[in-house]
């Protein structure tokens, strides 16, 4: 599934360069040029994974809003700041407000990219560390305290990065996870030029856990089946 980004801002060149940015990389971006109840609701609802927040929003105290967007159970994603305001005080009450990040404008594409993605690597490194060690599926139980494999009663042996990469997938047997996913979440990059690595890794996972027991979905990427 592609990241989700919110971009609020009264600033109708930012607004378009950062939508951009993000959706050259494939993300799905919502823009918003006013943060009215209509605006955080509809956020709410679609529970973005990053949220870039102009504090100089007109018509609304920027500060307040990260506080109760950080506040919020409806929103698991992370806040990230930016203003002209470059000075101590301000990136202070925004880090004391919950904030994520404090980006000082103007922003340079590349730079927002890269603490943008890091942001979304942690949160995804959160998500997964919150999951129990132990998971089972179909008969297929793991262990990653001790990194067993047991399918049907029988110990199976991976390589570390296979191992992870099923892993990754028992956390959420529902879910398609694309190969820049699994590629981001098990070598810690951002991406790679040769898509061939991930289904390499799958094709040797099938080999010892069986042909059957992951799904290839075709044109996106791998999910248990």
């Known amino acids: 599934m592609a990241s989700r980004i919110s971009i609020f801002s009264s600033n109708k060149e930012l607004l378009d360069n950062t939508t951009k940015t993000f959706r050259n990389e494939g993300a799905e971006v919502f823009v918003y040029s006013t943060a009215g109840e209509t605006q955080i609701n509809e956020l709410y609802k679609y529970n973005p994974d990053i949220v870039l ?46 904030a994520h990040d404090y980006i000082v404008r103007p922003i340079n594409p590349r730079i927002l990219q890269r603490r943008v993605h890091a942001l979304l690597k942690r949160k995804l490194q959160t998500a997964i560390s919150s999951i129990p060690q132990i998971l089972s599926y179909k008969g297929l139980k793991i262990d990653r305290s001790r990194y067993i494999i047991n399918k049907e009663n029988e110990e199976v042996t991976l390589p570390r ?19 820049k996913e699994i590629y981001k979440s098990i070598w810690q990059k951002e991406a790679s030029s040769n898509d061939r690595i991930i289904d390499v890794h799958i094709r040797k996972i099938r080999e010892k856990i069986g042909e059957q027991t992951i799904k290839t979905v075709k044109g996106v990427g791998y999910q248990l089946a």
């Open 161 to 179: 990065k296979e191992f992870e990469m099923l892993y990754l997938l028992l956390t959420n047997p529902q879910k398609v996870f694309t190969r």
């Open 53 to 98: 927040l102009d504090l100089d929003i007109i018509n609304t105290d920027g500060i307040e809003l990260c506080y109760r967007l950080t506040s919020e159970a409806a929103l698991t994603g992370f806040v990230v700041l930016f203003s002209e305001a470059s000075d101590d005080y301000i990136q202070i009450e925004a880090f004391k407000a919950g």
